[in-house]
């Protein structure tokens, strides 16, 4: 509920009721053209439309009728053919903001953009129509669709991803964001938002302990908890390659938090695969900074096991007061291969610790290129793990830390359902928002601030003690009508989910790109497309091949002429991948001095195995009480791909059950004193003495508020958080079906 100050409170105690809004289009205060209005506000997912009995819209809706001013119509102001001076104040697209209250105050109510207007030629009046947030995700759902979940074969590996998380990266992708963003040089972004995969770049394997995500402590949204006694490690492939040693530096980071979890040496760790064309020995660089003993070590040698190598220390006893770090990592090359390593620890005092740069002149890297990176925790918690490049090594705090260059604009629930993969998806990010959130029974809005909230269907299980506001037949209650329908009630609720559990990924499908050879000049990039099957999962970027022409089949051919016979050109061209549905997009960009030629491609995509493939699967929960009294009533609940566990599907089939069994009294056309103060999700206490002799709690689940001139009305729904108790039918004896003495029909 929004707090409205003193001032607004006891104006509402005092039964005081002046209307005032404040409506601005494109920045401009149009509010005295306002001559009526309407906001409509309800969640449309919270539970499926058979068990609603009522359904809303998905997203908040703002109707206004604007008249015009200085002696012209709003019609030759504001029409789709008014001069664009005075038309583009409302023009699709446009910004709204609409703020309503009483006694000279109003709370923001509405922040969104214009969806349509009307001119009625003949009168003064144009209508608009204004939908909330939800217009910034009209952009194509793109989501990536990793197979490093799979990677382990038929055992489940952890979360690949989970319902929150897709919802964090189509978010992301409209500019809304809930953590640090992936710099504009991320070549690996990885949110740790209810999944191991990545936002930028490509997930190739997990290890044990993907499987706990917390809100509790995290640095920002939500975060991966690393095992109590060992590293819970995943390995990823950058977007971009090759990353060689002349490329410019990169810079490694996390964010981490060690409050709480004693149980062992609290870990964070960076480590990058190096390895030469020819097949040479892979080295390995990696950081790993101690909590625990204040440490902080880089490693380099030839041992996939970094504490083997060669190492170097640095100590800082900050590292050891429990709290928030940001820990970053400069890593560069020499001409010979020496690496140096730089790291820049950030505390709670949010000064950059940047520790002297250190190497081990004894062993060096030989040329070669990055092929994988993977990162570590134990004991502790980590988010927004990246991995950029820069010319410079960052220094001051906001090149550092993204400090200031980000707003955290959505807050989102604590990861459930957890996703070994992706589920196709098709039409607009919002569109698939509210499919997951149908399929998850949550809720998805945009609040009147303009912020994004996900809540899981876990809101609704803790039955409130205590009232947001109440609302009384004495006073505020105007109308009341309560309805509880026999079509609300669902005592057998099935769930259909898939189980891939021991789903494992089929023989690699090649995707080869043969042209001509086409040539690309110094400082060129070239940009090809191809098409990709739909079930095919993500192809990797490719490795550039080596002098033999050999290697991987995920390779990408450059040479110095268009000859076949002619050199093999190395670390010359930086190859990025990206994927939008059934198109690859391959971006190549010579940073040589010389024209190179490029021979083609092969990509390597997983596809699920034929064999072992996700097998579709049913829970189902049901209540024979309810069962005894209203008989039996089903319901099957499709999730579309988004349930992929057993424990993910009882769940979903145990809260439909408890919400059906005895549906809660919906309580509509609740007719109140206007209170801007009321939100979605509020707790009302609703006293009626006069008609349904009542006093019970509800939530609001919609809200419809309209003003025309200095007259404001606010119509809330609500549905109650307990039933009436069960029924006993004291003193009834139903008839039963058939009149008992019938005789049947021949």
Not at 174 to 192: Q, Y
Not at 494 to 521: F, G, H, L, M, Y
Request: net charge neutral; with cysteine; proline share 7%.
């Amino acid at each position: 509920m929004k707090s409205g100050g003193t001032a607004l409170a006891a104006a509402l105690a005092a039964g005081e009721r002046y209307a005032h809004q404040v409506t601005r289009l494109g920045g401009r205060d149009m509010s005295r053209q306002v001559e009526s209005w309407s906001l409509d506000q309800t969640y449309a997912t919270d539970l499926p439309p058979a068990m609603r009995a009522f359904n809303g819209v998905s997203s908040a809706q703002l109707d206004l009728t604007l008249t015009g001013t200085g002696g012209q119509p709003a019609p030759a102001l504001y029409g789709p053919w008014a001069p664009r001076q005075t038309a583009d104040a409302v023009r699709p697209a446009q910004s709204v903001t609409h703020a309503w209250g009483i006694s000279g105050t109003a709370l923001d109510a509405f922040r969104g953009t214009v969806r349509a207007r009307s001119a009625e030629s003949g009168t003064d009046l144009v209508r608009v129509s204004a939908l909330d947030g939800a217009e910034r995700l009209r952009q194509p759902a793109q989501l990536p669709r990793p197979d490093g979940a799979l990677a382990s074969g038929a055992s489940w590996s952890g979360w690949a991803a989970s319902a929150v998380w897709v919802v964090d990266h189509l978010l992301r992708g409209a500019g809304i964001h809930t953590a640090p963003p992936p710099r504009p040089t991320a070549i690996l972004h990885v949110p740790f938002h209810g999944g191991a995969a990545p936002s930028v770049g490509y997930l190739d394997g997990m290890g044990d302990g993907w499987d706990f995500w917390t809100k509790r402590a995290a640095p920002f949204e939500s975060a991966v908890e690393g095992g109590f006694d060992f590293l819970t490690t995943a390995t990823y492939i950058p977007e971009l390659l090759p990353v060689t040693r002349n490329s410019d530096g990169l810079w490694y980071e996390v964010w981490a938090d060690t409050k709480e979890n004693l149980f062992s040496d609290q870990i964070v760790q960076f480590q990058s695969t190096w390895e030469a064309y020819a097949g040479a020995t892979p080295y390995y660089t990696a950081l790993r900074v101690n909590f625990t003993a204040g440490s902080v070590v880089a490693y380099i040698g030839t041992n996939t096991d970094p504490t083997k190598n060669a190492s170097l220390t640095w100590s800082w006893d900050p590292l050891k007061t429990k709290g928030r770090f940001h820990v970053g990592l400069w890593l560069t090359f020499s001409t010979t291969g020496v690496v140096s390593f730089q790291p820049v620890v950030t505390d709670k005092s949010n000064v950059p610790q940047v520790f002297t740069a250190g190497s081990i002149p004894t062993v060096t890297v030989p040329a070669g290129a990055m092929t994988a990176t993977s990162f570590g925790v134990q004991n502790m918690r980590a988010e927004c793990l990246q991995l950029s490049r820069h010319t410079v090594r960052p220094s001051t705090l906001a090149q550092v830390t993204q400090e200031g260059t980000w707003k955290r604009t959505a807050s989102l629930d604590t990861p459930i359902f957890p996703l070994r993969s992706i589920p196709r998806v098709s039409g607009a990010a919002w569109d698939v928002i509210n499919e997951l959130a149908r399929a998850t029974l949550a809720t998805a809005e945009f609040d009147s601030d303009g912020y994004f909230k996900w809540r899981n269907h876990t809101r609704w299980t803790t039955v409130p003690t205590a009232a947001d506001v109440t609302v009384t037949s004495r006073r505020q209650l105007g109308a009341l009508t309560v309805s509880e329908e026999i079509d609300a009630c669902r005592n057998h609720c099935t769930v259909k989910w898939e189980n891939w559990a021991r789903v494992t990924s089929a023989p690699p499908v090649i995707t080869r790109d043969t042209p001509v050879p086409v040539a690309i000049a110094a400082g060129a990039t070239m940009t090809r497309t191809l098409s990709v099957d739909d079930d095919m999962l993500d192809p990797r970027t490719p490795r550039t091949a080596d002098a033999s022409g050999a290697g991987s089949p995920n390779r990408i051919l450059f040479r110095s002429t268009s000859a076949a016979t002619s050199a093999v050109v190395l670390g010359a061209v930086e190859v990025r991948v990206t994927r939008a549905g059934g198109l690859v997009t391959l971006t190549a960009r010579n940073r040589s001095a010389s024209t190179v030629y490029y021979h083609g491609a092969a990509l390597l995509s997983l596809v699920p195995s034929d064999v072992n493939k996700p097998v579709p699967s049913l829970w189902s929960a049901w209540n024979t009480q309810s069962q005894s009294v209203y008989g039996v009533q089903t319901y099957e609940h499709d999730v579309k791909g988004w349930i992929q566990d057993s424990e993910s599907g009882r769940a979903l089939a145990e809260a439909l059950r408890n919400a059906g069994s005895f549906p809660p009294p919906l309580l509509q056309q609740v007719d109140i004193l206007p209170d801007p103060r009321i939100e979605l999700g509020d707790v009302v206490r609703v006293q009626d003495t006069t008609g349904a002799q009542l006093d019970t709690l509800a939530w609001v689940i919609g809200i419809k508020t309209s003003g025309s001139g200095a007259r404001i009305t606010q119509t809330l729904t609500l549905r109650g958080t307990t039933t009436n108790g069960n029924p006993t039918d004291t003193g009834l004896t139903p008839d039963p079906p058939n009149r008992p003495n019938a005789s049947p029909p021949p």
